[in-house]
């Protein structure tokens, strides 16, 4: 459901408190405060949401429209080197990686940083799925620059670091 997902969003990205203008405490832990992710979503199935590419914002707790075109399922799918599962997902989140928030803080550590951090997103997104009954599944395996496309990111500056598929477990 779109509350389902809403939960799952502020479980993974959610602001808690903006301390200042984009220095802001969310739900999940990051090196320094300094937030380097992006959520973007494929969304399959889910009530009242068309199917199709989002991003989510954070600050409005909101999705922005990206691709609603058919077929996003199948080139989302693609990207992710053909795992069918993401075709099947109710949503797969995909997190874009802005190095440059960590990096001007912490130099080349940065790099070692983000990597942590996307692992806390994750791990939360398993925490919140598992509280409402869904199963998780994280993504590694994709095609950086079909990401970048798809997303219309630079892949460069801004780019897909990690991917999980969410949806009902059933039984």
Same mark, same amino acid.
């Given at each position: 459901?779109?509350?389902?997902?809403?939960?799952?969003?502020?479980?993974?990205?959610?602001?808690?408190?903006?301390?200042?203008?984009?220095?802001?405490?969310?739900? *999940?832990?990051?090196?320094?405060? +300094?937030? $380097?992710?992006?959520?973007?979503? !494929?969304?399959?199935?889910?009530? @009242?949401?068309?199917?199709?590419?989002?991003?989510?914002?954070?600050?409005?707790?909101?999705?922005?429209e990206?691709?609603?075109r058919?077929?996003?399922?199948?080139?989302?799918?693609?990207?992710?080197?053909?795992?069918?599962?993401?075709?099947a997902?109710?949503?797969?989140f995909?997190?874009?990686?802005? *190095?440059?928030?960590?990096?001007? +803080?912490? $130099?080349?550590?940065?790099?070692? !940083?983000?990597?942590?951090?996307? @692992?806390?997103?994750?791990?939360?997104?398993?925490?919140?799925?598992?509280?409402?009954?869904?199963?998780?599944?994280?993504?590694?395996?994709?095609?950086?620059?079909?990401?970048?496309?798809?997303?219309?990111?630079?892949?460069?500056?801004?780019?897909?670091?990690?991917?999980?598929?969410?949806?009902?477990?059933?039984?």
């Open positions: 459901t779109l509350e389902e997902l809403a939960y799952l969003l502020w479980s993974t990205q959610g602001i808690v408190q903006v301390v200042e203008p984009y220095y802001t405490l969310r739900t *999940v832990p990051s090196a320094g405060g +300094r937030h $380097a992710f992006e959520t973007y979503l !494929l969304i399959n199935r889910v009530t @009242g949401v068309k199917p199709g590419i989002y991003r989510y914002l954070a600050f409005s707790h909101r999705l922005l990206i691709d609603t058919p077929g996003g399922a199948d080139r989302v799918m693609a990207a992710c080197l053909g795992q069918a599962f993401v075709r997902s109710a949503v797969t995909l997190w874009s990686c802005i *190095v440059y928030r960590m990096a001007w +803080r912490y $130099a080349e550590r940065a790099w070692r !940083l983000v990597h942590l951090d996307a @692992g806390h997103v994750c791990q939360n997104l398993y925490l919140a799925g598992e509280q409402i009954g869904c199963g998780t599944c994280a993504i590694g395996a994709f095609d950086d620059q079909m990401m970048a496309d798809l997303l219309g990111i630079d892949g460069v500056e801004e780019f897909i670091m990690y991917c999980a598929a969410v949806g009902k477990k059933t039984g």
